[in-house]
């Protein structure tokens, strides 16, 4: 039961324009959603969060969308960068049981 | 200084062999986890320690077996190594705060088992 889900395996872009990187969930038990990115060889590093009671937050380039009826969150990258490619995971927190959840990745191309 | 250190980086066994993945993190954090990501790129959690006692064992076989001395290591132990241990385990480690747990993962160690 996959309780994370990345749909889009890939994402290309071009520089400057928006990338748009979505994931749907199952468990209405998340308290925090969580996204990182992944350089090859390298391990994920955090990138921006939002608790389960606001729906946006931003970071600079970085804002995440947090649609909790349709269980759905969204991070948008404006203006996207070439050095922004990289494997995106969502992962979601679960106070409770103490562990994230994470997709399985999208990976962002941002052509120059 | 590197935050979550692991290593190896690369492991290259035969079938049946036993193995360790070492694992120290320097930020202080009380809790330390062990994550394989497979071929299909999952991360899914195997194991969660927090002040050196385990929380969480996601139904791994019991051929793994995790070891924290201290707040700061978390080893994992393979025994009987077989090919569909082949995958890359991330090291993570996080400060308890009860809400918003952001991991910081090593660099991975990248098991092949030939």
């Known amino acids: 039961d996959q309780q994370v889900k990345q749909n889009s395996p890939s994402l290309s872009v071009q520089e400057g324009r928006i990338s748009i990187l979505n994931c749907d969930y199952t468990?209405?038990?998340?308290?925090?959603f969580l996204w990182y990115k992944k350089y090859p060889a390298e391990g994920p590093t955090f990138l921006i969060s939002?608790?389960?009671?606001?729906d946006k937050n931003e970071d600079g380039r970085f804002t995440v969308f947090l649609n909790k009826s349709a269980k759905h969150l969204s991070l948008h990258i404006v203006p996207s960068q070439p050095g922004d490619s990289a494997v995106y995971f969502c992962?979601?927190?679960?106070?409770?049981?103490?562990?994230?959840?994470f997709g399985d990745g999208t990976t962002l191309t941002v052509k120059p | 200084d590197t935050a979550v250190s692991q290593t190896p980086k690369y492991l290259v066994t035969q079938m049946g062999n036993d193995k360790s993945i070492k694992c120290e993190q320097n930020?202080?954090?009380?809790?330390m986890y062990w994550y394989k990501q497979d071929s299909k790129k999952f991360l899914k959690i195997m194991f969660s320690?927090?002040?050196?006692?385990?929380?969480i064992n996601e139904t791994v076989p019991n051929r793994f077996s995790p070891k924290s001395p201290d707040k700061a290591h978390l080893n994992l132990h393979i025994n009987s190594l077989e090919l569909g241990d082949s995958a890359v385990y991330f090291c993570?480690?996080?400060?308890?705060?009860?809400?918003?747990?952001?991991?910081?993962f090593g660099s991975g160690t990248q098991l092949s088992v030939l």
């Open positions: 993570a480690s996080s400060l308890r705060t009860g809400g918003n747990e952001k991991l910081f």
């Open positions: 939002i608790s389960s009671i606001k």
């Open positions: 930020l202080g954090h009380d809790t």
């Open positions: 468990n209405s038990m998340f308290d925090y």
């Open positions: 992962a979601a927190w679960d106070t409770n049981a103490g562990k994230s959840t």
């Open positions: 320690y927090n002040n050196k006692e385990l929380i």
